[in-house]
């Protein structure tokens, strides 16, 4: 048996020897932090290649497998390289480019390449996935992407650009609306600024200002945004909506800005109130500003509604106080909604009463009489 053993041990020393590498490790090595990627069709991926030996050694490069109709480069120094001479202390630095054709269809692909020096290959197999948005991708959206209000209004969009790809990237921005429309989008707190710079994985605020002209009509106008950079692009689509523009005059039928009075007593005056917008006026109110202890009433005092281009009468009625003296008097009148207000001052012109006109023709006779008296009485003497 012992015999048997030391048999077995001497073919074992014959046999070991002719199962080890015919070429065995010159210490040269090649590698990549990470061998195995995934990547969109239509994309080129980069692997950062590193080689080293335990002495400075020309190490020819090679890309030995590809899929059909790929292609890959590799780049070292900025140039396309075939070779690197190594160092023992600081590594040269390559990396390898594969372009995935656009049509390229979903599924792992092998590639390989070969570091060889003196006579010795060093393979370093790589894989690649293939599959839709595996890059990441970028977004715009908007919390409100509609906004309404008048034709002579500002609108402000606040938008939030995420870029979900691994990398920073700076995205320029430009903004679109109908014609004559004033359209701006800048990051937050930087009016000035026409692009954006976001971290990867991160966010920023896009403001984007729409100033319509105010000769446009009540409607539904698109506005369109769009971020881009990096090879990547996104769109959000905002549309607002006009309702109209408000305008209104206060003025007389006749235009005539002024009245007669009496103290005490009343005089109605007409009021014409013309809607000059394209859209409706609402719910008009009417208050006065008069003189102290006047008093002014609107008949009606709200007007529920005026379409655009039309008119609506009102009848004020203004009642002076009952000290008033004669003389003229402003009496202000305004008619407002929400959006909107119009104003007019209307003088009114106070006379004496006509009691008090008889009282002193009244006590004009009695004067005289009394007159005439004292000479009938006193006149012979």
Same mark, same amino acid.
Do not use: C, K
């Given at each position: ?176 609306? !109908?014609? $004559?429309?004033? +359209? ?8 000035? =600024? %026409? /692009?954006?710079? *976001? ?120 009642? !002076?106080? $009952?000290?008033? +003296? ?8 305004? =008619? %407002? /909604?929400?959006? *909107? ?41």
């Amino acid at each position: 048996m012992r015999v048997m053993n030391i048999a077995v041990l001497a073919v074992a020393a014959v046999v070991l020897p002719l199962a080890a590498p015919v070429q065995a490790s010159d210490g040269t090595e090649i590698t990549t932090p990470y061998p195995a990627v995934a990547v969109e069709p239509g994309e080129t991926v980069t692997f950062a290649l590193t080689v080293t030996a335990p002495t400075p050694r020309r190490v020819d490069l090679a890309v030995s497998q590809l899929p059909d109709g790929w292609t890959a480069t590799l780049r070292g120094g900025g140039l396309v390289i075939d070779s690197v001479m190594t160092d023992p202390e600081t590594a040269p630095e390559v990396q390898l480019d594969v372009d995935v054709p656009p049509d390229a269809s979903q599924g792992v692909y092998a590639a390989e390449v070969v570091a060889t020096t003196a006579g010795v290959a060093h393979p370093l197999p790589l894989q690649l996935r293939v599959a839709e948005a595996v890059g990441g991708d970028v977004a715009l959206t908007a919390e409100f992407p509609s906004l309404q209000g008048a034709a002579d209004a500002t609108f402000s969009f606040d938008l939030e650009l995420a870029n979900n790809t691994a990398e920073e990237q700076t995205f320029n921005l430009e903004a679109a609306g !109908p014609e $004559g429309w004033q +359209v701006t989008a800048t990051p937050s707190q930087e009016e000035r =600024a %026409a /692009t954006a710079t *976001v971290p990867a994985g991160n966010t920023a605020t896009i403001q984007v200002e729409a100033d319509p002209p105010d000769t446009v009509t009540a409607g539904t106008y698109p506005i369109a945004v769009r971020a881009s950079g990096g090879g990547q692009s996104a769109e959000a689509e905002l549309e607002v909506v006009i309702t109209g523009s408000y305008a209104m005059t206060l003025t007389t039928p006749d235009e005539r800005l002024n009245a007669e009075a009496t103290a005490g007593g009343s005089t109605d005056v007409a009021l014409a109130i013309v809607n000059d917008g394209s859209a409706p006026l609402v719910a008009v109110e009417l208050t006065a500003d008069p003189p102290a202890d006047w008093e002014v009433t609107f008949e009606p005092a709200i007007v529920e509604q005026i379409p655009p281009g039309e008119t609506a009468m009102v009848s004020a009625r203004i009642v !002076p106080s $009952g000290e008033a +003296v004669a003389g003229d008097y402003i009496v202000g009148v305004s =008619a %407002a /909604t929400p959006e *909107v207000s119009g104003n007019v001052d209307l003088r009114v012109t106070v006379e004496t009463s006509a009691a008090w006109g008889l009282v002193g023709v009244l006590l004009i006779l009695a004067a005289l009489g009394g007159l005439a008296w004292v000479f009938r009485r006193y006149g012979r003497r």
